[in-house]
Every structure is written in structure tokens, then in C-alpha cells.
């Protein structure tokens, strides 16, 4: 496989740039401009839908709903005050909220007040919250009451908590506010894995926004679209789910705060008539497998973030004939999609599922080592041109050098292209074929990780001598990491003790699903480590059977389904469900099974909150729980949010 290496752009001068040429059939495959209003910014265009659809319903929450007209009154009542406190182009402004009603609220105000948003994950652990506002420099915080004492607790930053009354303010401020900022203004900044051990903030504009959700050619818009918004708002996906329905007339169902069971998404796709959904593949798989029938509303269905499997696909082609399945590709430097292979009822389902063509006003470059172009069938790195591609990297010029390249086959000389680093081919009939990474790394729950980040993390630790990371895939293709480690000489250090320190500095979703002693790297003939020799960890967990009277029936039940789910062979009631392998999604695949079982309806938060076998049984044994009232859903993301954090501050338990 290519590895990445310096192009040689910088061999050519700026002419020699300007002069390269597509060779048919490539440049007529990329011929995907269209007629957008890319002189606009996303406010803009929003202020003119509102003005077309001013009684339509805009958002919808927890039996809460907005109209155009009444979303934009509280946006301009924000931006406003915004404003006053300095908010112009260029400012960003950090937003850390659960779903909500408020979340839709800030993020359109901010737009507004011409600034650009910053989305911070509450359950990120503090040191990453820290370096994200540090390297924002934001000067005010928009969140929710219950995060300020505790996501955000002791940060000496001025906050707006959109969830409380605000100061009285002059009518004026239900009026539009003067335009600030044009279609080249910073939009919003979202985090990626960076292989140096520090997360890179990509810079997006209001003009790739709006090539991602205006007179495209991969999904319809419109305003009898219903979109839902379940992506957390720090992973890219939601830019189509919030912007896809807001900039077009369409109605946008913000799903419960806090995790979802199947069965809970499930019933708000059908009850809200969900017509347009976005789902991670893992999440795709889950869904098609146990709850296909939810899916019956769903005239466009969009998954990616990892390999499409073509058995789900089939099912979803085979069983929902109105269905239109799209298989969305890109990276966050481009803006959410790059490509997109859609499918329909009938059609033929390849192996492995292509990533499609490239979308409106977008190009795709397939290139080998030397910066040119290969021909149909062959292989060579993908880069991603047009009207997507980000401004680069926050701070980090070095890094956007390194990624964001002239584009020497546009006609504009000021053009750039971003360096993807995956590996394609093109197809005889100009479709693109995904052929893997260039490098190491990885997507797991359809985020981007860089095992050189968890590397780096994980070799500040005074007992770590020495670290590699690698992904394994399980039997069904999904995919973990797995930290490999040499102790610091008489450190004596444990994986439990490395798991607790990587829980306080990484998101959860890039914590390893085990943490292995090793007495030494295995090395390649050149001296360098052999990723591929590492030992294949075995996902067992007590060593030896817990003391103590013998499983009940329902410790039995739940431990025969975390050997199914984890595809492990043996577990003990005292292990906990995260040490021996298990993720969010796992977790939530558990759950549903586990209901089937009982026969009885369990919040999924509490599969969170009792993480063993032993206190998850006694919970269920002494309370049989009725499902969760939909007005009950703050109650149950506060739940979840402690949950979480006794798990950051007490697990104990060893992965091997």
C-alpha cells in the first residue's frame, strides 16, 4: 500500500500548476458544478427561507416546536446579544449543549451575530474541553444550565445558559441583525484525531455549508423533507441533519438528549415520519438487523463513516422498495461528503459497496505518488476539490501545508484541494472504489481516530516505556483498538491503571477496548514495529470465577449476552462491560437484545449506570421499569451524564 509522502507540487511553478489538465474521461467526470447561491451566507439564505416558510414548522423537540418565524426571533435575540458583547466575523463562539431545542437555537444565533460556532462534547473528559477552549480562544460559552456545574464547572468563562430567562432587551431585537461576514467567513470548527497527539480544529466556511445542502445532486431537499438530528453536534454529519432541513424548508425532529435505544429511535422515526436519517454504519447494521420495520418512512436513507456491508444493504433494498439508500463518503475537510453511490430497490449491490461519484460542485482527484492522475482501475490517493474543502487547520500551519494543496488541474488559480489519504480507483463507468488507508488511520463508530494520538497520550505516562495502537477487526467487521505496551523498567504499571489515564485526557469513543503488557515490540526486518505480529488479545475477563453464591438465572441471561455481543468466552458477574471489549454501540446492541429476552421495557441509561452483571441483575430484579416518558428526558441525559462520570473515576476493572 502507498504510504503518504510530500507531493511534488512544489517542483512546479505557479504557471506549470495553472497548465495541468484532466485527461478525459476524468475531467468529465468531474464536471458536477450547478447553479447554487454560493454568493450567500448560511444567515442569508436562512432569512430568506424564513421569509418563504415564516409558518411552517422548523424544529421539533420533546413535544416542543418552533416555527421559521419563531426560531428566528429567538436566533435574532441572540445574535443580538451576541453582538453587544462583540461577536462579529471571525469570533468563535464555543456551544456545549446536549440535544435540545436551545442547541438549534445557538447555532443558527451565532451564524447570525456573523460569528462561528464551536461545538464542545459534554462528555468529553476536562483536559480536552481545556485545550478546546484554549485553542478557540472563544470568548463566551452558549450552553444549558445543567452543564455549567458540571461538563463546565470551575472554567472562568463568561456563559449564556439559552435554557434560562435573558436580560430585557429593546423589540428591536426580534429583527433581523445587519449582515455580518460573507460566504468566505468562518462557519463553524469541529475537532479531528490528530497523529501527533493533538486534536485538529478544521476550519469550515459558510459557502461549503451551502454547496452541501443547495441544489445538489445526492439527496433531495425541500420543505417536505423531516430530518433528524442524532449525530452529536461535534461530528460532522450533523451539518447535513441541522443545515439540510434549515436551509431549505424542511422540518428538523432533534432527537432526546442522552443514548437512544433501537427501539427509542425506532419510535421517533415513526411517530415524527422521518423521511431523510443519517446513521454511522454500525448504527445502519443494528437498525436493519432488529428494527428494519422503523425504517418504512424513510424515503433517503444516508450510511457511511465506515464500509458499507453488502448484506445489510441488500435487506434494506429487498425489504423498504420506496427507500433510496445512499453510501456518503468524505472526510470533515471537506465537508461532510465528498462522493455518494446511491442505491434502489432492484439494483445490484457490489462487493464491497462503492463510494460513488463525486458530489455537486465537488471534484475528486485520484493521484499516484507523483501528483498524477492514474487512469481507470488503477489504484492511487484520494483528493477532494471545490467548494467543500475547509480553510485548514486552527493554528496549525504546519499541518495545513502538509494537507490542504494547490489544485493544479483548477481553472482558478487560487484553488485547493485536501489530501484525503485514503486509498481508490476509479471504475470504467467513473464510480470510485474505496481501497483503504494510506496510513494508519482508522474510523471506529464512524469517527476518525488517529492511533498516533491515543500513542502519544498514552506514552506520557511516567510507567510506559514504549506504545503501539493497532486496530482488530471482530467477526462481524467491526472494529476496535488495541493498545500494546512495554512498562517503564520496575514500574510495574497495570492496564487498568493506563485506562483510568487515557478516560481523563480522551473522548470515550477513543479509548482502547484493551490495554495489553507486552515484554517487548515485535520489529520488521528494518528495525521499525511490526504492527501485524502483534499477539491477537483475547477479550476474556476475570482470570479466575468470582467468589460467591452461584449466578442467578438473570446473571445467566446477561452473561450469555455479552458472550454473544462481545464474542467472548467466558465473563464473570463482577466484570465490567466496557473492560472486556464492550462500546456505546455494543452496548446499546445488548440492550435490545436484552429487552427481547425479559420481555420487559429497560431504559438503556441503565445499562450505563450498572456496567456489571452482578448490579444490572440486582437493579432489574428489584425494579422492573417502565419506559422513560418522553417529557422525562433531561432526567434520564443527567443519568446518563453521571453514569459516565463514576465510569471515568471508578473503573477498576483490568483488560487483557
Known amino acids: 500500500m502507498m504510504t503518504l509522502k510530500s507531493c511534488s507540487l512544489e517542483a512546479l511553478t505557479d504557471q506549470e500548476v495553472c497548465r495541468l489538465a484532466l485527461p478525459e ?17 448560511v444567515a442569508e439564505l436562512f432569512e430568506e427561507v424564513v421569509a418563504a416558510y415564516p409558518e411552517n414548522i422548523a424544529v421539533t423537540f420533546s413535544g416542543q416546536q418552533l416555527t421559521y418565524r419563531e426560531l428566528n426571533q429567538r436566533a435574532n435575540h441572540l445574535a ?4 453587544r458583547m462583540g461577536v462579529g466575523p471571525e469570533t468563535m463562539v464555543g456551544c456545549c449543549f446536549e440535544r435540545s431545542m436551545e442547541l438549534i437555537v445557538a447555532l443558527v444565533g451565532v451564524l447570525k451575530a456573523g460569528g462561528a460556532y464551536v461545538p464542545f462534547d459534554c462528555s468529553y473528559p476536562p483536559e480536552r474541553l481545556s485545550f478546546l477552549l484554549e485553542d478557540t480562544r472563544t470568548p463566551v460559552m452558549l450552553t444549558q444550565k445543567s452543564l455549567v456545574s458540571t461538563a463546565l464547572a470551575g472554567r472562568k468563562l463568561p456563559c449564556i445558559c439559552l435554557d434560562e430567562p435573558g436580560p430585557a432587551a429593546p423589540d428591536t431585537d426580534k429583527l433581523n441583525p445587519t449582515p455580518a461576514g460573507v460566504p468566505a467567513s468562518l462557519a463553524y470548527v469541529m475537532y479531528t484525531s490528530g497523529s501527533t497527539g493533538v486534536p485538529k480544529g478544521v476550519m469550515v466556511e459558510n459557502r461549503a455549508i451551502v454547496r452541501l445542502v443547495r441544489n445538489t445532486n445526492f439527496c433531495k431537499f425541500g420543505a417536505s423533507e423531516v430530518f433528524l438530528q442524532f449525530a452529536p453536534i461535534s461530528f ?6 441541522v443545515w439540510g432541513p434549515l436551509l431549505n424548508g424542511g422540518r428538523l425532529v432533534v432527537m432526546s438528549p442522552g443514548a437512544a435505544s433501537l427501539e427509542e429511535l425506532g419510535r421517533v422515526i415513526r411517530e415524527q415520519g422521518i423521511t431523510t436519517l443519517w446513521l454511522t454504519a454500525g448504527l445502519f447494521n443494528l437498525m436493519v438487523e432488529q428494527r428494519l420495520e422503523d425504517l418504512r418512512t424513510v424515503r433517503q436513507l444516508l450510511a457511511g463513516g465506515e464500509v458499507l456491508s453488502p448484506r445489510h444493504v441488500r435487506m434494506v433494498l ?16 471537506n465537508t461532510t461528503f465528498t462522493c455518494c453511490y446511491t442505491m434502489r430497490s432492484g439494483d445490484h449491490v457490489p462487493e464491497p459497496v462503492p463510494i460513488g461519484r463525486p458530489i455537486s460542485n465537488t471534484r475528486v482527484y485520484i493521484l499516484d505518488e507523483h501528483m498524477r492522475p492514474v487512469m481507470p482501475r488503477e489504484a492511487g490517493e484520494l483528493y477532494a476539490a471545490g467548494d467543500g474543502v475547509a480553510r485548514g487547520y486552527l493554528n496549525n500551519p504546519l499541518a495545513t501545508t502538509e494537507r490542504f494543496l494547490p489544485d493544479p488541474f483548477a481553472t482558478a488559480g487560487s484553488a485547493r484541494m485536501y489530501r484525503t489519504g485514503d486509498m481508490a480507483r476509479w471504475r470504467d463507468d467513473g464510480v470510485v472504489e474505496f481501497l483503504g488507508r494510506a496510513d494508519d488511520q482508522v474510523k471506529i463508530l ?22 503501539c495502537v493497532v486496530t482488530r477487526s471482530d467477526e462481524s467487521g467491526g472494529k476496535r483498538l488495541i493498545a500494546y505496551f512495554v512498562p517503564a523498567d520496575n514500574s510495574g504499571v497495570q492496564p487498568c491503571v493506563l485506562r483510568e489515564f487515557l478516560l481523563a485526557k ?11 503488557r507486552v515484554d517487548s515490540m515485535p520489529l520488521s526486518p528494518n528495525g521499525k514495529v511490526d504492527r501485524a505480529a502483534m499477539p491477537i488479545p483475547v477479550f476474556t475477563t476475570q482470570s479466575e470465577p468470582s ?25 464473570g458477574v463482577d466484570d465490567n462491560f466496557f473492560d472486556a471489549g464492550g462500546d456505546s454501540l455494543l452496548l446499546v446492541a445488548v440492550h435490545s437484545k436484552l ?14 449506570e450498572f456496567a456489571t452483571i452482578r448490579t444490572l441483575a440486582r437493579h432489574l430484579s428489584e425494579k422492573r421499569p417502565a419506559p422513560a416518558p418522553f417529557t422525562d428526558v433531561e432526567r434520564q441525559a443527567r443519568k446518563q451524564r453521571e453514569a459516565f462520570a463514576r465510569e471515568r473515576q471508578g473503573r477498576t476493572g483490568v483488560a487483557r
Open 80 to 83: 443580538h446579544r451576541l453582538r
Open 318 to 333: 429487498d425489504n423498504l422498495p420506496d427507500c433510496c439508500l445512499i453510501n456518503g463518503y468524505g472526510p470533515t475537510e
Open 506 to 516: 480522551l473522548p470515550p469513543y477513543m479509548i482502547p477496548a484493551s490495554i495489553v
Open 446 to 467: 464512524g469517527h476518525r481516530i488517529e492511533p498516533g494520538e491515543v500513542e502519544a497520550v498514552l506514552g506520557t505516562h511516567p510507567g510506559v516505556k514504549q506504545v
Open 595 to 608: 429487552q427481547k429476552v425479559l420481555q420487559t421495557e429497560i431504559p438503556v441509561t441503565d445499562l450505563f
Open 236 to 241: 460532522d454529519a450533523s451539518t447535513l441533519e
Open 25 to 41: 474521461p476524468l475531467r468529465a467526470w468531474n464536471e458536477t458544478a450547478t447553479n447554487y447561491p454560493c454568493g450567500k451566507s
Open 547 to 571: 467468589a460467591g453464591p452461584p449466578p442467578t438465572e438473570i446473571e445467566r441471561t446477561i452473561a450469555d449476552l455479552w458472550k454473544q455481543v462481545l464474542q467472548i468466552d467466558r465473563v
